[in-house]
C-alpha cells in the first residue's frame, strides 16, 4: 500500500495563479483532511470530508476549495493565490473520526506564493 | 490562550535519557494523539488514548482526564528520537476534527 500520497511536493506561484493540490488514499478510508503548517503556529485544518461527495469548512477555509468526487482523492484546490498561502500543506486520512481512530498523513507538499 | 499547550517548547537531551514531554488542554475530549513530526517533515501517528496509559517499545503516554493533562515519555532516549512531538485532541461533540498543540522540538545527543 502507498498509504497516503500527495502531489506535488513542491511548489512555486505568482499571486494570483491557480493550482489544484492532490491527495490519494489507498486505504479505503472515510474521513480525509486538508491541514497547513506554518512556523510557530500548530497544524490548522483547510477543510475535510467525512465521505465520496462530502465537504466541510475546518478552522482557515477562506481562499481554498475542495472537491471530493472519488473516495480516494481529495483536492485542494487555489483560486487566486496570495502570499499568505505560502506554507506546508499536509494531507491526512482515517477510517472513522478521530475519536476512535488514527489518522495517516501524507509527505507534505511545500508551496511558495510570490 | 490555546486550547492545547505544550511544555516545554525546546528539549535537548543527552543519548540514554528519559524525558518527558507535556500536553495540556482546556477543552472535554473524546481522544487525545500523540505525533511525530521527522526533521524531513513526515508526520507519524505515535498514540491515540482516551484514559490511562500506552506503550509502544520505548515511548509511554499516559493521560489524566480529571487533570486535562497527557505526558509523553520517552526512556532511553537516542539521536534518532530528534523530532518535532505534537499532542492533539478531538473535542467531546465535535470528534471530526483535531485541535493541534505547536509542538514540542527534542534533540538528543549523542
Known amino acids: 500500500n502507498a498509504g497516503v500520497t500527495q502531489t506535488p511536493k513542491f511548489r512555486v506561484l505568482k499571486t494570483g495563479q491557480s493550482m489544484t493540490l492532490l491527495c490519494a488514499q489507498d486505504?479505503?478510508?472515510?474521513?480525509m483532511y486538508w491541514y497547513r503548517q506554518d512556523p510557530g503556529m500548530g497544524l490548522r485544518l483547510i477543510h475535510y470530508?467525512?465521505?465520496?461527495?462530502?465537504?466541510a469548512k475546518g478552522e482557515v477555509p477562506d481562499g481554498y476549495n475542495v472537491s471530493r468526487l472519488k473516495k480516494q482523492n481529495f483536492l485542494l484546490g487555489l483560486e487566486s493565490a496570495a502570499p499568505s498561502q505560502t506554507s506546508v500543506y499536509f494531507c491526512?486520512?482515517?477510517?472513522?473520526?478521530?475519536?476512535?481512530?488514527?489518522?495517516?498523513f501524507g509527505p507534505g507538499t511545500r508551496l511558495t506564493v510570490l | 490562550k490555546n486550547e492545547v499547550e505544550q511544555s516545554p517548547q525546546n528539549l535537548t537531551a543527552q543519548e540514554g535519557e528519559f524525558i518527558t514531554i507535556n500536553c495540556s488542554y482546556s477543552?472535554?475530549?473524546?481522544?487525545l494523539h500523540w505525533l511525530q513530526q521527522h526533521p524531513g517533515g513526515g508526520i507519524v501517528s505515535l498514540f491515540m488514548?482516551?484514559?490511562g496509559k500506552k506503550k509502544h517499545g520505548r515511548l509511554i503516554a499516559t493521560i489524566n482526564i480529571q487533570e486535562k493533562h497527557s505526558s509523553l515519555h520517552i526512556t532511553a532516549s537516542h539521536p534518532r528520537d530528534s523530532a518535532v512531538y505534537i499532542c492533539?485532541?478531538?473535542?467531546?461533540?465535535?470528534?471530526?476534527?483535531?485541535?493541534f498543540g505547536t509542538g514540542t522540538r527534542l534533540q538528543v545527543f549523542p
Open positions: 488514548l482516551s484514559s
Open positions: 491526512a486520512s482515517s477510517y472513522w473520526g478521530l475519536a476512535g481512530d488514527t489518522q495517516y
Open positions: 477543552v472535554g475530549i473524546s481522544a
Open positions: 492533539a485532541v478531538s473535542r467531546l461533540y465535535n470528534t471530526d476534527k483535531l485541535i
Open positions: 486505504m479505503n478510508h472515510e474521513y
Open positions: 470530508s467525512v465521505g465520496e461527495g462530502t465537504t
